[in-house]
């Protein structure tokens, strides 16, 4: 499966400002995915990354509070906008290599807020 | 709406003993369900995937998939204290297309 490779892995911000999340995969890939998994809670779906446009997103998430880029096949950044306590979780990207294929996971980004 | 139940443990089996971690979902027509493996403060890793009815076997994970009680099991043999983890269920979301619904996951315990 691809390697998947997320940054920062882990980080301590201030309330009010914002993060930017990169995910870098070693191949090309269909799909890319962004979740989030607050503390002892299970993963959540943010969006669906597209590359060359606009992320899907899921209820309950707005693209004003997590753009999401995809330039190309093999990266996407997620930033958390304007981040408060709440926002605290572990942020997880996900790719789909090709059809068919199973989700593989990267190594998370834990984020807390101060 | 929650899709994809499971059972929030602990599941606590002695060395040596099967291990048997249920997950039942609501979507009629999910076609592909997965089991991913989550140590603490680490990502989930998938270990096993299933499409058919029946039964699909690696090593010594069997995943159990019933269709017609929209029921999949996964189930460990021999455990060992490393298959202490969370194990995630999940199936693909019916808004999101390949996008994956997640149970909340069974923490398994592995006692020596």
């Known amino acids: 499966s691809a390697v998947i490779s997320q940054k920062p892995s882990r980080d301590i911000c201030q309330r009010g400002t914002s993060l930017t999340i990169q995910c870098q995969v070693d191949?090309?890939?269909?799909?890319m995915f962004w979740y989030r998994q607050q503390p002892g809670q299970s993963l959540t779906l943010i969006a669906t990354?597209?590359?060359?446009?606009?992320?899907?997103?899921e209820s309950g998430f707005v693209i004003d509070k997590f753009p999401i880029s995809r330039p190309n096949l093999t990266f996407s950044t997620l930033t958390v906008s304007n981040m408060s306590p709440e926002d605290s979780s572990i942020y997880l990207c996900s790719v789909i290599g090709g059809d068919s294929q199973p989700q593989h996971f990267g190594d998370g980004t834990r984020l807390s807020i101060l | 709406q929650k899709e994809v139940e499971q059972n929030s443990g602990p599941l606590s089996v002695p060395e040596g003993a099967i291990a048997s971690l249920n997950c039942t979902y609501s979507?009629?027509?999910?076609?592909?369900f997965f089991w991913y493996r989550q140590y603490s403060g680490k990502s989930p890793e998938l270990i096993m995937f299933?499409?058919?009815?029946g039964d699909k076997e690696d090593g010594r994970f069997t995943a159990q998939l019933n269709k017609a009680s929209q029921y999949v099991s996964l189930l460990i043999r021999d455990s060992q204290p490393s298959d202490s983890a969370t194990y995630l269920c999940?199936?693909?979301?019916?808004?999101?297309?390949?996008?994956?619904?997640f149970g909340k996951g069974t923490s398994l315990l592995v006692t020596p």
């Open positions: 299933i499409y058919s009815n």
């Open positions: 990354a597209n590359q060359g446009s606009e992320a899907t997103y």
């Open positions: 979507d009629r027509g999910s076609q592909s």
């Open positions: 191949s090309q890939v269909t799909m």
């Open positions: 999940a199936v693909p979301s019916s808004n999101s297309g390949y996008a994956l619904n």
